[in-house]
């Protein structure tokens, strides 16, 4: 068997480097630097078939490419997000809609952008966890959010149960084990103000584009993964 390794080439689109290189940024936890450092990295595929294999060269490889893959999570997760366009599951507004109305109505309260972004992005999960949505969103949130919104998103289902679960023949009290809790009183005006009344097809919500600006803010900055280092930057990042 033929020792010798040859280096992969692969083709990254131009597209995709244009929009990483005029996105760059350099701040605590940026997921991207300068593309002229990568630009030969971009070039290379790792070669191991193994994780026990790879080389340190190979990890500068996939470190270079995730930083650019990484860099437009934000329209990744508007592009899911607009999966719920046209799913009604019964209400009188689609998901979509109901995520943008949920969305308005926060930000029409003066509620902080985190806040609202989590109010737009709290169903995402509603295509791929049928059976525990709020955990979906949650993970996809968890990275860039406070801990406190972090929660709200997360527990907004057993607290929205406050409304409806007596007429499934289920607890609607459940909330209250959490009673205590520095962000039950948060999660609590989450559902009963901006959630719960947003099924409403005759309000007048904003575009979900109008809202992209806020979610590329929220998700350009980790603030909590095992991939920051101790000064809160990407590993594999050159400083």
């Known amino acids: 068997m033929n020792s010798a390794v040859k280096t992969r080439v692969t083709k990254v689109p131009l597209e995709f480097l ?18 002229a450092e990568d630009q030969d990295l971009l070039t290379q595929s790792a070669t191991f078939g193994a994780m026990t294999e790879a080389t340190p060269l190979d990890w500068q490889i996939i470190a270079a490419h995730n930083r650019v893959f990484a860099n437009d999570v934000a329209g990744r997760v508007i592009d899911h997000l607009r999966l719920l366009d046209g799913d009604c599951g019964g209400f009188a507004v689609d998901r979509l809609e109901h995520s943008v109305q949920t969305a308005t109505r926060a930000y029409r309260a003066n509620k902080s952008e985190e806040y609202v972004v989590c109010s737009l992005l709290h169903d995402i999960g509603d295509t791929l966890g049928s059976y525990n949505h709020a955990d979906i969103a949650a993970a996809v949130l968890k990275p860039f959010v406070s801990d406190d919104h972090l929660w709200m998103v997360e527990k907004h289902g057993i607290f929205q149960g406050y409304n409806f679960f007596h007429h499934l023949g289920l607890d609607r009290d459940m909330r209250d084990q959490f009673l205590g809790h520095r962000a039950y009183d948060l999660t609590v005006e989450f559902c009963q103000e901006f959630d719960q009344p947003a099924f409403d097809p005759s309000y007048g919500s904003m575009q979900l584009s109008e809202f992209i600006p806020a979610v590329e803010a929220v998700f350009a900055e980790p603030k909590n993964s095992i991939y920051l280092d101790e000064e809160g930057q990407m590993i594999g990042t050159n400083s």
Do not use: E
Request: proline content about 0%.
């Open 18 to 35: 244009k929009n990483y290189n005029s996105r760059a940024r350099n701040m605590r936890g940026a997921i991207v630097t300068n593309l």
